[in-house]
T-cell receptor, first 112, second 116 residues
Framework: AQSVTQPDIHITVSEGASLELRCNYS??????LFWYVQSPGQGLQLLLK??????LVQGIKGFEAEFKRSQSSFNLRKPSVHWSDAAEYFC??????????FGSGTRLLVRP | NAGVTQTPKFRVLKTGQSMTLLCAQD?????MYWYRQDPGMGLRLIHY???????AKGEVPDGYNVSRLKKQNFLLGLESAAPSQTSVYFC???????????????FGPGTRLTVT
């Protein structure tokens, strides 16, 4: 069965530091992969997606993610974190029937 | 273009009461979804619809019913609310046949439901 694992429940980084959020997936075929962000009290907003092609994808707000098939990973990165990036981040994999399977999320805290 | 809207934003129910959550989208999306979000569990799919007049069960359908009488609306019903249904509920939509971005789901702002 498809699944998504986000091993870090919380991550704290200092403002201006780099960030990497981990995501591992289990899926038999070529996956469609997504990262969403949820600010407090808000719905989910799509940050970026991978369907095929270049394994390094760029998203909004300066985020990028790299698909590594050999490691079944799709980690999210940002070179310099801003205080406004504090939020919860969800990785998801799309199945063949247009449903998404979400990880349990990683909450990002940003130290001033 | 409002995107995905949800009504109401907040609700408190007593055990055994019923209610309906309304989701509306104006993007001509074929697919619509209802999720619940609980701490540490991410989003879990309750029910979904692949088109007007169709519904299907997701991962956690028990205690909920849905209807999609119009393409733009997707209703989630709780017939007899239980404290275990205290959660934040999100609606989402996707798949416009005229667009390549069919997997992208667009989310509403959520409904916070408390059952006492």
């Amino acid at each position: 069965a498809q699944s998504v694992t986000q091993p870090d429940i919380h991550i704290t980084v200092s403002e201006g530091a780099s960030l990497e959020l981990r995501c591992n997936y289990s899926y038999g075929a070529t996956p469609y992969l997504f990262w969403y962000v949820q600010s407090p009290g808000q719905g989910l907003q799509l940050l970026l997606k991978y369907f095929s092609g270049d394994t390094l994808v760029q998203g909004i707000k300066g985020f990028e993610a790299e698909f590594k098939r050999s490691q079944s990973s799709f980690n999210l990165r940002k070179p310099s974190v801003h205080w406004s990036d504090a939020a919860e981040y969800f990785c998801a994999v799309g199945d063949s029937s247009y449903k998404l399977i979400f990880g349990s999320g990683t909450r990002l805290l940003v130290r001033p | 273009n409002a995107g995905v809207t949800q009504t109401p934003k907040f609700r408190v129910l007593k055990t055994g009461q019923s209610m309906t959550l309304l989701c509306a989208q104006d993007m001509n999306h074929e697919y619509m979804y209802w999720y619940r979000q609980d701490p540490g569990m991410g989003l879990r799919l309750i029910h979904y619809s692949v088109g007007e007049g169709t519904t299907a069960k997701g991962e956690v359908p028990d205690g909920y019913n849905v209807s999609r009488l119009k393409k733009q609306n997707f209703l989630l019903g709780l017939e007899s609310a239980a404290p275990s249904q205290t959660s934040v509920y999100f609606c989402a939509s996707s798949f416009n046949p005229l667009s390549a971005a069919s997997y992208e789901q667009y989310f509403g702002p959520g409904t916070r439901l408390t059952v006492t």
